[in-house]
């Protein structure tokens, strides 16, 4: 069965329309954007779209080299007008993703990749997790309970596989993980005994349904584009054996929302200081 996410997203639009009417002034989300594709810039758009809709400022800027990324971020961290910043893929060539992610704010690193909100996680203390390893958290704990449930995820990049791993071990929470990667030996053995599988390597329709349990649960990462079209990790076909996610629009639509949420929290927790 596709699974309906519809009641977990408008629960969480509710919330952030509410929590947004609260504040003194609209939040403000900046998206930092390098040398955007055309899959960036509509990205930009959609992103944009959405934030207006829940009341968020969107400003979009540019800094196309290196040394311009290294005057903006930490410009945007202490304009007491922004309350979260977004930088999206592709960076300049002569600047690794930590050395960029590491001079935003963690207050306003609403993405959740600065090593500090990386950090807080390990201490199970998360402020800003990676928004995606967030969505799949919330999107398994609608469907489920997952307090000593077999969880694999699959993939182990640092914004999705090994935060969502560390969030699904936290205390409270409970899942038992195990992580798999390209290197990883009989994957099918592992996800065919878990309760829950998540999958996010980025190859379309990779795993079909001789890789799962029939009554199990799948949460498709994936967003891959071929011909024009957009095809998750996970064979649709296994939606016949096992409750799937959609996609689009299941992970991808509650990590954007995720995403407002976020700005949203740094702009109430700025108004604390
Ligand atoms: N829905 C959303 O909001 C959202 C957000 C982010 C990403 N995504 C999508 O999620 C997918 C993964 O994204 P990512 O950023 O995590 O990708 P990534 O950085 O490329 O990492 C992919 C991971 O998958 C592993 N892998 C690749 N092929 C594999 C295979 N055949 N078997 C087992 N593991 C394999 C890799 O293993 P190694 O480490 O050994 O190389 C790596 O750990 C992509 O389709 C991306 O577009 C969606």
Same mark, same amino acid.
């Given at each position: 069965m596709i699974l309906n996410l519809e009641p977990l997203y408008s629960s969480i639009v509710e919330n952030i329309k509410e929590r947004v009417s609260k504040l003194p002034k609209a939040p403000k989300l900046a998206a930092v954007t390098c040398q955007p594709e055309p899959s960036t810039v509509s990205y930009l758009r959609s992103q944009e779209k959405q934030a207006k809709r829940l009341g968020i400022e969107f400003a979009v800027y540019e800094a196309p080299k290196a040394s311009d990324l290294k005057l903006l971020l930490p410009r945007l961290s202490a304009?007491?007008?922004?309350s979260g910043i977004f930088l999206t893929h592709p960076?300049?060539?002569?600047?690794s993703e930590l050395e960029a992610v590491s001079l935003i704010s963690p207050e306003k690193d609403v993405e959740g990749r600065n090593p500090i909100n990386l950090g807080d996680i390990l201490y199970d203390? /998360?402020?800003?997790?990676?928004c995606t390893a967030e969505a799949v958290l919330r999107i398994i704990k609608y469907l489920t309970n997952p307090s000593g449930k077999k969880i694999s995820v699959i993939g182990r990049s640092v914004t999705v596989g090994k935060p969502l791993a560390m969030l699904l071990l936290q205390k409270g929470i409970d899942a038992t993980v195990t992580v798999c990667h390209s290197?990883?030996?009989?994957i099918a053995e592992i996800t065919k005994s878990s309760d829950i599988v998540v999958v996010a390597i980025g190859r379309a329709k990779a795993l079909g349904k001789d890789y799962f349990t029939p009554g199990s649960t799948v949460i498709d990462v994936g967003i891959n584009v071929e011909n024009e079209e957009i095809y998750g990790?996970?064979? /649709?076909?296994?939606a016949e054996i096992c409750d799937l996610t959609p996609v689009p629009g299941g992970v991808g639509r509650i990590t954007t929302l995720v995403l407002m949420e976020h700005t949203v929290k740094a702009a109430e927790m700025a108004r604390r200081y």
């Amino acid at each position: 069965m596709i699974l309906n996410l519809e009641p977990l997203y408008s629960s969480i639009v509710e919330n952030i329309k509410e929590r947004v009417s609260k504040l003194p002034k609209a939040p403000k989300l900046a998206a930092v954007t390098c040398q955007p594709e055309p899959s960036t810039v509509s990205y930009l758009r959609s992103q944009e779209k959405q934030a207006k809709r829940l009341g968020i400022e969107f400003a979009v800027y540019e800094a196309p080299k290196a040394s311009d990324l290294k005057l903006l971020l930490p410009r945007l961290s202490a304009d007491n007008s922004v309350s979260g910043i977004f930088l999206t893929h592709p960076l300049p060539t002569d600047i690794s993703e930590l050395e960029a992610v590491s001079l935003i704010s963690p207050e306003k690193d609403v993405e959740g990749r600065n090593p500090i909100n990386l950090g807080d996680i390990l201490y199970d203390n /998360p402020t800003f997790p990676p928004c995606t390893a967030e969505a799949v958290l919330r999107i398994i704990k609608y469907l489920t309970n997952p307090s000593g449930k077999k969880i694999s995820v699959i993939g182990r990049s640092v914004t999705v596989g090994k935060p969502l791993a560390m969030l699904l071990l936290q205390k409270g929470i409970d899942a038992t993980v195990t992580v798999c990667h390209s290197r990883t030996k009989d994957i099918a053995e592992i996800t065919k005994s878990s309760d829950i599988v998540v999958v996010a390597i980025g190859r379309a329709k990779a795993l079909g349904k001789d890789y799962f349990t029939p009554g199990s649960t799948v949460i498709d990462v994936g967003i891959n584009v071929e011909n024009e079209e957009i095809y998750g990790d996970v064979d /649709p076909s296994v939606a016949e054996i096992c409750d799937l996610t959609p996609v689009p629009g299941g992970v991808g639509r509650i990590t954007t929302l995720v995403l407002m949420e976020h700005t949203v929290k740094a702009a109430e927790m700025a108004r604390r200081y």
